[in-house]
DNA sequence: AAAGCCCTCAACCGCATCCTG
DNA sequence: GCAGGATGCGGTTGAGGGCTT
């Protein structure tokens, strides 16, 4: 079916954002909040596609963003939690306050997965890529924890290749696992401070 | 000092899901 | 119950910067 385009690219601005337009952007939100992304950029005086205004805001204008500088607790709370859910950025990025999924999805692509790979694991499937020695697998402080923390069943992410987007028939939002994250996650981080801190809800 | 290569990050595109009429 | 519209998500691409030869 074809769909409608999000906006008339025609007459709309692509490419990096200059400082006006975040200017005006960030004067817009400020003043009606956010929402209406396709009607913002037009109320908003920007020659931008609604699209294009809330990833711009989303990964780059809020203020409560936290940029730079992943730590290694923030590393291994990556990767643990890619073991239990995959690439869903969006929810990886929830347990990370202040980081948003488009940076944590770079992250993952530039620095984790090389560093998975060192470890002589598969990003993928964070399993040894190779048959590894017992010794091997206990160097790799992840390897503790897949056996230990998680036995829970899940479907290994490449296994069948086509989870993408969790187009799934007729699915539940998170079918691979019951997502009780938020305990699951506090009580099952072995290496990190309990710094499970809720997303900052200023206000 | 210059050229080429590699790495990182911001942004775009298309699809899936959710919401409303 | 269905259709259409809006929003959100994940994958991919391109530009810029830094490093190496």
């Given at each position: 079916m074809g769909r409608s385009p999000c906006c008339e690219k025609a007459h709309t601005n692509k490419g990096a954002w200059t400082k006006e337009e975040d200017q005006r952007l960030i004067g817009y939100i400020k003043a009606?909040?956010?929402?209406?992304w396709r009607s913002l950029p037009k109320a908003a005086g920007l020659l931008r596609c609604g699209k294009s205004c809330r990833l711009r805001w989303m990964n780059?204008?809020?203020?409560?963003l936290k940029r730079g500088n992943f730590t290694d607790d923030d590393d291994e709370l990556i990767i643990k939690l890619h073991a239990l859910l995959g690439n869903k950025w969006s929810l990886i990025a929830g347990q990370l306050p202040g980081r948003t999924d488009n940076e944590i999805k770079n992250y993952w692509n530039t620095h984790i997965k090389r560093k998975l790979l060192n470890r002589g694991?598969?990003?993928?499937?964070?399993?040894?890529?190779?048959?590894?020695p017992a010794s091997r697998l206990a160097n790799a402080p992840f390897a503790s924890f897949q056996s230990s923390t998680v036995s829970f069943a899940r479907p290994s992410p490449?296994?069948?290749?086509?989870?993408?987007?969790?187009?799934?028939?007729?699915?539940?939002?998170?079918?691979?696992?019951?997502?009780d994250l938020d305990l699951d996650l506090s009580m099952s981080l072995p290496c990190s401070p309990p710094k499970t801190a809720p997303p900052a809800k200023s206000t």
């Open positions: 009606h909040g956010e929402g209406c780059y204008l809020r203020p409560d694991m598969d990003p993928h499937t964070h399993l040894p890529s190779s048959p590894a490449s296994d069948d290749g086509h989870s993408s987007s969790g187009g799934s028939s007729d699915a539940p939002r998170c079918p691979d696992l019951n997502l």
